[in-house]
């Protein structure tokens, strides 16, 4: 599969650190803010950057969005515009569509009107959002000192049965795993005979240029 094409409605601290992640991991980005100030800031960090009003249906129609992937709804503590803008890209075709919300009710109001998930800042970090849209095998992104950081990730179906060692992915993708989980065990710096399971949760450490070149291509590969 080629990279996705994202739409990012709403460009507050929350949306823009999507937008950015996405696109430094190689997707396509269209970013979009009533703002003209925010989207001065984030134009160099997108592919598309455009001053809008996205609750202006017949202005939103002329995007095309019908041709992106995945639309994620950042507006701030607008409710009526939030649920208005994820009812407009549900209208117009988007596959996957992602809110962001300021409460559980809030949260409950863009699921019914068709939000495939709902985001509370509070505990879902614009990062980490990121990573997981880029490829469904991420679980976890959690970014260390020194341009280092973890994931966790669910084993490619190609790893499967087969050892660490097999896989190499540490030659080919620089990065270590140094932990395996799953439900009944963690096994802390596994050796390289282990063997991968389909239950199993990889937990791996790498430089965070490493870890951007992994899941891309991996995102490729969903």
């Known amino acids: ?14 949306g823009t650190s999507i937008a950015t992640t996405l696109y430094n991991l190689g997707q396509h980005v269209l970013a979009i803010d009533i ?14 950057a455009i001053q809008l ?19 994620i709804v950042t507006i701030g503590t607008n409710i009526q515009a939030s649920t208005m803008v994820t009812l407009l ?4 075709g988007v596959k996957y569509i992602v809110g962001k919300a300021t409460s559980d009710l809030h949260a409950k109001i863009l699921y019914k009107i068709g939000a495939d998930r709902v985001i509370l800042p509070e505990q879902d970090m ?14 976890d992104y959690i970014e260390l000192p020194s341009d280092y950081s973890m994931i966790e990730l669910e084993p490619l179906d190609e790893w499967l049965n087969k050892s660490i060692r097999d896989i190499e992915i540490r030659g080919k993708y620089g990065i270590n795993i140094v932990a395996i989980k799953n439900d009944k065990s963690i096994d802390v710096s596994p050796s390289a005979n282990y063997i991968i ?9 790498g430089s965070n240029k490493d870890l951007n070149k992994f899941e891309t291509l991996i995102g490729k590969k969903n």
């Open 1 to 14: 599969m080629k990279n996705k094409h994202f739409v990012i409605i709403g460009l507050g601290r929350f």
């Open 89 to 92: 890209v549900k209208e117009m």
């Open 197 to 205: 399971k389909r239950t199993d949760i990889l937990v791996a450490l």
């Open 126 to 139: 614009g990062i980490r959002v990121a990573h997981h849209l880029v490829s469904s095998n991420i679980l």
């Open 35 to 48: 703002n003209e100030d925010r989207i001065q800031e984030i134009a160099d960090n997108v592919t598309h």
């Open 53 to 71: 009003d996205a609750t202006d249906e017949n202005v939103l129609k002329t995007l095309g969005l019908r041709n992106f992937d995945v639309a």
